[in-house]
């Protein structure tokens, strides 16, 4: 298992790749990070039976959230930052890609869902059970997101 902040920093790392590469990429945001990170504790939990990282998934207003990305990224939409001055964030990069397992979980879930935009991420978190069964503010559990889960993500044996 990882720690929250390491699978943020391969979201930022992997997002400045793209915005180098591609003119229409968009900076990643906190609130599309949030659904990235749901979703990859969604295929973390369907194909590993495991969490990718221990932090509870919360469902707010706008979606699932994990409190403690909000509360460090609080106040800001961009989160990227300068990715060229932070050694930790390109460690931590290069920690989970050297992982196979979650290399493939990281790079399928932001290959699906990376070049979605916020909003639509939210829409399509809003209109799945996990977060419309869960009471508002409450925490998401890994079963409700395992059992919903392993019916749309299917392994490329």
């Known amino acids: 298992m990882y720690n929250v ?3 943020v920093n391969w979201l930022r790392v992997r997002n400045n790749a793209d915005l180098r590469s591609d003119p229409n990429a968009e ?12 979703y990859i504790q969604a295929a973390s939990l369907v ?14 207003k706008y979606g699932p959230v994990v409190r403690e990305v909000h509360n460090k990224y609080k106040g800001q939409r961009g989160i990227v930052g300068d990715i060229g001055s932070d ?14 397992t979650v290399s493939y979980i990281l790079n399928n879930i932001y290959d699906i ?7 639509d991420l ?8 996990p977060w419309q069964e869960t009471p508002q503010s409450g925490i998401i559990s890994d079963q409700a997101i395992k059992d919903y889960y392993s019916k749309v993500f299917v392994a490329n044996e």
């Open 5 to 7: 902040f390491q699978v």
């Open 27 to 38: 900076e990643l945001t906190q609130m599309k990070a949030m659904k990235l990170l749901y």
């Open 47 to 60: 194909f590993t039976n495991k969490r990718m990282f221990d932090n509870d998934i919360v469902a707010w």
């Open 87 to 100: 050694p930790q964030a390109l460690e931590d990069y290069k920690t989970l890609q050297n992982d196979k």
């Open 113 to 119: 869902y990376g070049h979605s935009s916020a909003h």
């Open 122 to 129: 939210m829409k399509q978190t809003h209109s799945e059970k």
